[in-house]
Every structure is written in C-alpha cells, then in structure tokens.
C-alpha cells in the first residue's frame, strides 16, 4: 500500500471494513474445509479437518455472516464524519498536514506506528475522537470474545457440572475476592 499521507490513508471505516473483510476470508476458507484460521477447531478434530461434519461447518458460517451482517449495520452511521469544524478538529488536522517533521516520520514508520507514537501528542482532539467514534465499539466484542473463551473453558474442564454460574461470574470479573477472610467466617468441622 502507497502511503501518501497522514489524511488520505485514514479512513472512519477502516476498522470495521477490515473485520467484515477478515470474516468474509474465513468463511470462504471454511466453505473450502480449510481450517488453519481456526485452531480450537482444527485441535477438536485432531489436526484432519474432513472429520468436521458439514452441518457444523454450516453452522460457523451461518454464525460468521450473521456476524458480518450486525456489524454492517451497527457501524453503518460510522462513515458519517460529522464537520470537522464542530469537533474542533480542522486547527490540529491542518497543522498535521503542514508539519513535514510529521509526514517524513508518517512516511519513514507508517501508518500504525505514527498514529500510535505521534497522533497523541500532535492531535489529542482527532486522537480522542477516533477513540470514542471507532475503537471504543469494539471493547464490546472483546469483552464478548473473553466471556465465551472463559465459558467454553469452565465447560471442558467441569463437564460433570451443570451450573456453571457462580464459576463463571469468578472467571470473568476482574475483582480479586479475598480468600482467607471468607475462609475464616466458616466452621471447618461441625461438632459431633
């Protein structure tokens, strides 16, 4: 990709056009049986992927699409870039533009590098917005992702467990619950 600069190579959809891009590769790939971008399933099926029944198979993809299709129109409003005047924007975005020290960094480091290292510091307006507007959506699906990933964990390890509420509310807070104060409020052994 010819990077040209700073401004032209952002874009207020990129994050989510590059996940539903990532979703439609793996559903190709697993409407070909190929599984490499699936590990956990390709582990459950012992490294031969054609031990994976189709109607599973069906079922990543219907799940797959379904997915590609809520994010399209969750974050359909996303390309809607309100004035940059109205967000106090135009000031920092101009100064970018301008800033040769900027662009030959933009040029030498790329993209990623420059919007992690630099943006901060030369733009903390545009930095915040493209936080709240673009990245912040998706801690959600993060916070998803780690949820499932905790279930399917607690699941394999107690499959004789029905419930497994109270062992995923431990697994997925993130408070630290004090053990030795709950051990002492109860009795070891009852009296005889």
């Known amino acids: 990709m ?5 401004c032209k190579a952002w874009s207020p959809t990129f994050s989510n056009d590059a996940f539903v891009r990532k979703l439609e590769y793996r559903v190709g790939k697993m409407e070909r049986g190929e599984l490499q971008q699936f590990p956990l399933l390709l582990k459950q099926c012992q490294n031969n992927p054609e031990t994976v029944p ?30 940059v005047e109205y967000l106090d924007c135009e000031d920092e975005l101009t100064d970018i533009q301008a800033d040769s020290l900027s662009n030959k960094y933009f040029q030498e480091k790329g993209f990623k590098k420059f919007g992690i290292l630099k943006g901060p510091s ?4 545009i930095t915040l917005h493209a936080t709240t507007r673009i990245i912040l959506p998706f801690s959600t699906t993060y916070l998803s992702e780690t949820a499932f990933s905790a279930l399917v964990a607690i699941k394999t390890k107690a499959r004789n ?9 431990l697994a997925v807070t993130h408070i630290t619950p004090d053990i030795p104060s709950l051990a002492a409020g109860v009795q070891a052994q009852g009296s005889h």
């Open 2 to 6: 010819k990077q040209t600069s700073v």
């Open 122 to 125: 030369l733009a903390p307006k």
């Open 54 to 83: 189709v109607s599973v198979r069906r079922e990543f993809i219907r799940h797959m699409n379904a997915l590609q299709t809520e994010m399209q129109s969750r974050f359909a409003d996303i390309a809607k870039v309100e004035d």
């Open 161 to 169: 467990t029905l419930d497994v509420h109270n062992d995923f509310r």
